[in-house]
């Protein structure tokens, strides 16, 4: 997940789980008792990965454990999808829906030192993006619903994911076939967020804003500065700020209580904000570069020709060569009736007061399981993991990275009530 290194430790509401809560049933008891009988081997495996990091395409290690772990549970194991992707197969007692989960496992270099005990062992690498305990949870979840394994129709596939911080693993594992493998009616998934611990944040349709690189490419040019200032003009005029200040504005005040991402008054809805733009030379070119936050997708469209039409009709038109994205990230685009049930399922076992609503798009993610989504209906969550009264930060990519261990039980429980539902429903 890419991430501006911006400290914000209380970006949504803070709650907890309460399995007290759980509305009276054998099966979901099973899952709060299950969760807490295995929480300690989870936290063992969650701190073992966090300590043996790999970065994208390397992880071969977490691969090797992440397949033994489901083949002891017993399920279909299938490796080296995409690279080192795996994916479980449990096949319940009964016909159901097909259900798919997907966790990511990479981690990413960083020269910033660890902040808690068990450090990293690989130099430069380290899980600050929190896919050591998305793989956890994976694993947890794997777990209970294979004690359930006759009470649960249909089948669910546990997808693990290489390479999502280069944008890459879930193209790569789509395109090594993975959806001849598995054929799943229903996707979900989640990524640590800033939240308390056991927080759900959730929000249909698109989940953060689109992030584009723009690469334009002109002949060289007498006056870099005036070519700049005249790009830096043109790219301004389709500036959408609420907050009308700089691009760091908008990024802190997505906590504001009043107009940040989980207000219902939030100005998160319609923007568009540069992150930062250079002029530089490249192989006989004058390159200019920019990157931005669009919560409209058609405008991402238009963005370039605008900007074309603009240089053609001034004197830099002999100077022009090419335009285009040198990055186009797409955002995760929840199903809007799979949300509203997913809301109502978990919401209906668990504290209410755990699960709550975005109603902006984030300004600072990015994530590749939209390239699921674009194949499978399912939805993507945010699941808090910071916990303010232990000075715990669970804002990804930020120097002082860390998780609340306690939000793995939570992950657990919750995703798992989840899609035992999901493969049982009609």
């Known amino acids: 997940m890419k991430l501006k290194l911006i400290a914000i430790t209380t970006l949504f509401v803070t709650t907890t789980l309460s399995s007290q809560s759980l509305k009276p049933s054998n099966t979901y008891q099973h899952f709060v008792n299950s969760t807490k009988e295995i929480f300690d081997s989870l936290v063992k495996i969650r701190r073992d990965l ?10 071969k290690r977490t691969s090797k454990i992440v397949a033994k772990y489901l083949r002891d549970l ?15 197969i449990l096949k319940g007692g009964k016909e159901g829906k097909k259900i798919a989960w997907r966790a990511d496992m990479d981690a990413i270099k960083t020269k910033e030192p660890d902040v808690v005990d068990f450090i990293s062992k690989n130099e430069g690498v380290r899980h600050i993006c929190g896919h050591d305990v998305h793989t956890t949870i994976g694993l947890g979840i794997a777990t209970v619903l294979s004690q359930q394994k006759e009470n649960l129709k249909g089948t669910v596939y546990f997808i693990f994911q290489p390479a999502e911080e280069t944008f890459t693993g879930a193209k790569d594992m789509i395109e090594d076939g993975l959806f001849d493998i598995i054929e799943p009616n229903e996707i979900y998934g989640l990524h640590i967020g800033p939240g308390e611990s056991g927080v759900i944040n959730f929000k249909s349709n698109e989940l953060f804003a689109y992030q584009r690189s723009l690469k334009v490419t002109f002949q060289p040019s007498a006056n870099k500065k005036e070519l700049e200032n005249f790009m830096n003009d043109i790219l301004n005029g389709f500036s959408r700020n609420p907050l009308k200040g700089s691009p760091w504005d908008i990024i802190n005040n997505t906590t504001d209580p009043k107009i940040g991402i989980t207000s219902k008054e939030t100005i998160y809805r319609d923007y ?6 250079k002029l530089y030379k490249d192989q006989g070119t004058t390159i200019f570069s920019a990157s931005f936050f669009e919560t409209n997708s058609s405008n991402t469209y238009s963005i370039p020709l605008e900007i074309k039409n603009q240089i053609l009709n001034s004197k830099y038109k002999n100077l022009f060569i090419s335009i285009g994205y040198s990055r186009d990230n797409p955002t995760p685009i929840n199903d809007s009736e799979l949300t509203k049930m997913a809301s109502k399922t978990i919401s209906s076992f668990y504290n209410k007061e755990m699960f709550k609503p975005l109603y902006g798009q984030i300004p600072f993610f990015g994530e590749d399981f939209i390239y699921y989504q674009q194949k499978v209906p399912g939805v993507f969550f945010l699941l808090g993991g910071s916990n303010i009264e232990k000075g715990i930060n669970s804002m990804p990519h930020t120097p002082n990275f860390a998780v609340d261990e306690t939000t793995i039980k939570y992950g657990v429980q919750s995703f798992a009530t989840l899609i035992f539902e999901r493969a049982n429903s009609k």
């Open 272 to 277: 568009f904000f540069i992150e930062g733009t």
């Open 74 to 88: 017993g399920l279909e194991v299938k490796t080296n999808i995409g690279g080192n992707g795996v994916v479980g």
């Open 50 to 59: 966090h300590m043996n990091p790999e970065i994208s395409k390397q992880e």
